[in-house]
């Protein structure tokens, strides 16, 4: 049911945990099944330097969140902020249908986390 | 890769002794049971061997049993047969919150004609009140639907109980029974019910094949019109070597149900206490002792069943949360909701299903391997740091 990739995300998840003193962090739940994500970023500059998230759902929704993990680090706020949630589902070659929404969660608590940030940064 | 089969409550083996039977049906023994030359009349005696077996495993009459297509096909029957067969008589109907699809969307389609259905609660051991059930009943109630044991906890309903308030009160009463056929006796003698379904697939029997008991004078609306099939109860030419198969399958139900019975138990019990003593967090869910010998379903706190069933399936372990129907849905399982759990508890729950290939060496691999795949997901959490 889910690509190669999917799995090998959600077997070695990537930046798994909580970035110490981080600079916004963003806990988003999907309101179609009630899963949850919380991702932590630390920016400096602009880019963020490090990235790390906790997730409670299925797969596609660990997958995902390795996978924006990876995305984003080392990018610029404006690039991060252009990654939506079919973004990753393309890194992680596709999910299957049912499963799409469970791409938002990343997306979604990246947003978040972003905004966060600029508003400590009062930005 | 050790391969573990914990998911008996989606689907069996075929046995092989059932393959056996089978066999001649779709090779040499290609005759219509319904003509009266010599092709047709092999093929008519296995459908009643069949029929006898099937009747036997449920001690009914011959004349009661319509053969099916399928465990949702024998729901269908019964509901709408008796729903559109009783309908001058009224349009009530009460069944519970944690019936299987097949007959919740039977009832919610029903709707649409009009017919009204209640939907009983169950309390957190799974259990209905009996009290709110005569409650329920008004003088339009036509039709009691209420399930033998449930697929996903393998909570046992008090069938003989609702048949007598059923009958008392002049309801015609129905139970999905595709859970307990093969794993604990059945009686349609008995038990006060009107109709009962079964499903070949989940006793060892092909897929594709099911049967309805309808005692002597329930009136039925066919499913499916057609030829003089079943007593012009269920049109269409008889899937012959489904039913063969089927009655095989019963025939080695009865004859084994009582030692398998003992058996599953023993290692289910062994699953539930090997993992509480591994894994803190964590609840059986169902009634301790009103229950099939062979299912456990456990709630993991803190992480989601879906992760938990890849994890081990990445081990070889096959087992599955909630049912296999729902699992295309995102919802949790809406029978563990029905019992008060949290939506976490409720998407943090997995069910072993145990049948007759499972040894003790299974469940003490499961045991040795769950704990570590408990701990890694639940690191992942967000929801476990604030607990621990
Ligand atoms: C309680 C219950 N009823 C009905 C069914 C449907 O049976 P079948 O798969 O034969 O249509 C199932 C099986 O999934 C079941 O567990
Ligand atoms: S089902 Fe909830 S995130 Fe996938």
Request: charged content about 10%; aromatic content about 4%; overall charge negative.
């Given at each position: 049911m889910y690509s190669e990739k999917v799995m090998d995300h959600f077997s070695?998840?990537?930046?798994?945990g909580e970035v110490e003193n981080a600079s916004g962090v963003g806990t988003v739940g999907n309101p179609a099944c009630g899963d949850i994500m919380k991702l932590s970023i630390k920016v400096e500059n602009d880019v963020i330097q490090d990235v790390k998230f906790k997730t409670f759902g299925c797969g596609a929704a660990i997958a995902t969140s390795s996978m924006v993990t990876e995305l984003v680090k080392g990018k610029t706020l404006d690039e991060a902020e252009r990654i939506s949630n079919a973004t990753v589902a393309e890194a992680l070659d596709g999910l299957p249908p049912v499963k799409m929404h469970c791409s938002n969660l990343a997306a979604d608590a990246l947003h978040a986390a972003i905004e966060d940030f600029k508003k400590k940064a009062g930005k | 890769m050790k391969k573990i089969y914990f998911d008996h409550n989606a689907t069996t083996p075929v046995d092989p002794e059932v393959l056996d039977a089978m066999l001649p049906f779709l090779k040499e023994?290609?005759?219509?049971?319904?003509?009266?030359?010599w092709a047709g009349r092999n093929s008519r005696k296995a459908i009643e061997e069949g029929r006898d077996k099937v009747c036997r495993l449920l001690n009914?009459?011959?004349?009661e049993l319509i053969f099916t297509s399928s465990g949702t096909e024998g729901d269908n029957h019964a509901i709408k047969g008796v729903a559109y067969a009783k309908k001058e008589k009224g349009n009530h109907i009460i069944t519970t919150k944690v019936e299987h699809p097949a007959v919740l969307n039977t009832c919610k389609h029903l709707a649409k004609d009009g017919f009204e259905t209640t939907y009983l609660d169950v309390d957190s051991d799974g259990m209905i009140d009996l009290e709110v059930l005569k409650a329920a009943i008004t003088p339009k109630t036509i039709l009691i639907s209420i399930m033998y044991a449930n697929n996903e906890t393998g909570v046992i309903l008090p069938i003989k109980e609702i048949g007598d308030i059923a009958k008392a009160r002049d309801v015609t009463f129905h139970t999905d029974a595709v859970q307990a056929a093969g794993k604990i006796p059945l009686d349609a003698q008995k038990l006060n019910v009107d109709l009962l379904t079964i499903s070949g697939h989940k006793l060892y029997g092909p897929k594709g094949t099911g049967a309805l008991f309808a005692k002597r004078g329930v009136r039925l609306v066919p499913l499916i019109h057609g030829g003089h099939h079943d007593r012009n109860r269920r049109g269409g030419t008889e899937n012959v070597a489904g039913i063969a198969g089927l009655g095989k399958a019963a025939e080695i139900a009865m004859r084994d149900m009582e030692k398998e019975s003992a058996q599953l138990s023993t290692l289910r019990n062994r699953i539930e206490k090997g993992l509480a003593e591994k894994i803190p967090h964590i609840k059986v869910n169902g009634h301790a002792d009103k229950r099939l010998p062979n299912t456990a379903n456990i709630s993991f706190e803190f992480v989601e069943g879906e992760s938990l069933l890849l994890n081990l399936d990445m081990k070889g372990i096959a087992a599955s949360s909630g049912s296999a129907c729902t699992s295309?849905?995102?919802?949790?399982?809406h029978v563990l909701l029905a019992m008060g759990l949290t939506h976490e508890m409720s998407h943090g729950s997995v069910r072993f299903s145990l049948g007759k290939s499972n040894t003790a060496g299974d469940v003490e691999y499961l045991i040795e391997i769950m704990p570590a795949i408990v701990e890694r997901m639940r690191s992942m959490s967000p929801l476990y740091a604030g607990a621990k």
């Open positions: 070695n998840p990537r930046n798994v | 023994e290609f005759g219509n049971p319904s003509s009266i030359h009914c009459a011959n004349l295309g849905s995102l919802e949790p399982s």
